[in-house]
């Protein structure tokens, strides 16, 4: 079935410093969705992207819908500590009538005050 | 606003014994979903729903039943515990079309234990 691939698997990066993650996919994706999950929490949206190009920030976070629609990326600019957690990318498969929206196996992000 | 609300939040299990999983979300979404997560595995799909009277499959459904009796409840049910359904448990909500389409909405998390 549809997989969604995230890279690197974690990070350890210190305060200031900018991060960029990405997310791959064998298949087309129609829209890509970057969570985030804290410790003890369920995920919550970061940015939401439709169309191929796409590229959308939300304060520090700016994400890009790849042109070839196998691929996002997120960019996290000048780190700081609450920053931590699991980053996932998601998407709606298209396989099927009903869209069911599959996850990546996220992406850890640490950061050294 | 409560948004999705999970319960129980915590459980204990033994192996074979049976439980239920509650989901409610008050947005009024078509779309409801169970995901469980385990350590580098990420969110797996378990089972979802289109709408009330509707289920289906997802990524990892043996050993697990659903209902959608009423469009704001979904209900995960566990029949025979095993030692392997030990995980956190995620319920989600979405709209299916217009702004916010298949955007998830998570509940907090359920995290059961099969000893």
């Known amino acids: 079935g549809q997989q969604l691939n995230q890279s690197p698997q974690s990070m350890f990066i210190q305060e200031g410093e900018d991060v960029s993650m990405n997310c791959t996919s064998s298949?087309?994706?129609?829209?890509w969705l970057w969570y985030k999950q804290e410790p003890g929490e369920g995920p919550v949206l970061l940015i939401a992207?439709?169309?191929?190009?796409e590229l959308t920030s939300n304060g520090r976070l700016t994400a890009q819908f790849g042109i070839t629609r196998k691929d996002s990326f997120l960019n996290i600019s000048a780190s700081i500590p609450s920053d931590v957690g699991i980053y996932f990318c998601?998407?709606?498969?298209?396989?099927?009538?009903?869209?069911?929206?599959?996850f990546g196996p996220g992406t850890s992000l640490s950061v050294i005050p | 606003n409560a948004g999705v609300t999970q319960t129980p939040k915590f459980r204990v299990l033994k192996t074979g014994q049976s439980m239920t999983l509650l989901c409610a979300q008050d947005m009024n979404h078509e779309y409801m979903y169970w995901y469980r997560q385990d350590p580098g595995m990420g969110l797996r799909l378990i089972h979802y729903?289109?709408?009330?009277?509707?289920?289906a499959k997802g990524e990892v459904p043996d050993g697990y039943n659903v209902s959608r009796l009423k469009k704001q409840n979904f209900l995960l049910g566990l029949e025979s515990a095993a030692p392997s359904q030990t995980s956190v448990y995620f319920c989600?909500?979405?709209?299916?079309?217009?702004?916010?389409?298949?955007?998830?909405?998570f509940g907090a998390g359920s995290r059961l234990t099969v000893l």
């Open positions: 992207l439709y169309k191929a190009g």
């Open positions: 989600a909500s979405s709209y299916t079309q217009g702004p916010g389409a298949n955007v998830l909405t």
């Open positions: 998601a998407g709606p498969t298209l396989k099927t009538s009903y869209d069911k929206v599959i």
């Open positions: 298949s087309i994706f129609n829209t």
């Open positions: 729903s289109v709408g009330e009277g509707t289920t």
